[in-house]
């Protein structure tokens, strides 16, 4: 089969790779219909995150082809959604609705790698999640996004406590800080205050349900933000970056007592104890547990009720990875959706 692999840093290749079997009897063979490039790929491709000959491609949906003698929740024939970390859905971490600190997780990018044609997905039934039935061409991407960014920007809101009444704020406008901006709408926010300084991003955001721009930065931003919210900040602030100045941005801008959800992938950054110590606020993130949020957002989706697909801006064939992992470097495109 064909797959992607970065060798090194800006050194994107598809190439064969051998086809998965099954090796446990846990495990599901799934043909990928479609997958993509996530915002986090860029680091590696930076230089920013180590990578030596790496699997490329967490995000996936597609059509079980086989699976292990234990897997009972899904069959061959069934279109599927995956997490992008494995899961076994049944340990006490788990059910305490945490599958991305699973007692059995694994992370797909790197090991199993869904830029390809087919993936081994380890603990099908605590990673998969079967569709209603066949879904229409054009609820893939939809479908697609659900995989890793809609249910990391819910799994934001959700930890940023985005609900009525409440002022939200996102710091980052790639594709998870728009799909948390979608998120907080549907959560019922009564505000929803996007960061950024991208024309189409920031048409997309209000697509979704942002209701105020902030082009500002920094402590620019901050104090914009409090200008917005009489002087107190925002209750529910989402951190979809990863970076020093993104991360103080959104502490600062929360207000005393309020929530800060951080799901950026953060490199380097440095939180001063005082300076959180004094902010007051609730904290809570890191990688999402997709898997607790994807039957409910399956419906959403089947049922038309969202359409988190059209944050993908460029489509392009596998064999096209390379072009798409440039475009979304040089912030040309939002997020690349790869055809299979």
Known sequence: MRGVVMHNAGDVRVEDREDPKIVEPTDAIVKLTASCICGSDLWPYRGIEPVDHTLMGHEYVGVVEEVGDA??????????????VISDNT???????????????????????????????????GTLVATPGQPDPE????????????????????????????????????????MAVLAAKQLGAERIIAMSRHPERQKLARYYGATDIVEERGDEGVAKIKELTGGLGAHSVIEAVGTQESFMQAVGATRGGGHLGYVGVNHGVQIPGIQLFFAGIHTLGGPAPVRRFLPELIRLIWDREIDPGKVFDLTLPLEQAPEGYKAMAERRATKVLLTL
């Open 91 to 125: 340990c006490e971490i788990c059910e305490s609705g945490f599958q991305s600190k699973c007692v059995h997780a694994e992370f797909v990018h790197g090991g199993i790698g869904t830029q390809a044609e087919k993936a081994r997905i380890p603990l099908a039934d």
């Open 71 to 84: 897997v009972e929740t899904v069959q061959p024939g069934d279109f599927v959604v995956g997490s992008f």
């Open 139 to 178: 609820l893939i991407p939809a479908l697609l996004a659900a995989s890793d960014v809609l249910g990391t920007g819910w799994f934001a809101a959700v930890a940023a406590e985005a609900g009525p009444g409440k002022t939200v704020a996102v710091v980052g406008d790639g594709a998870v800080g728009l």
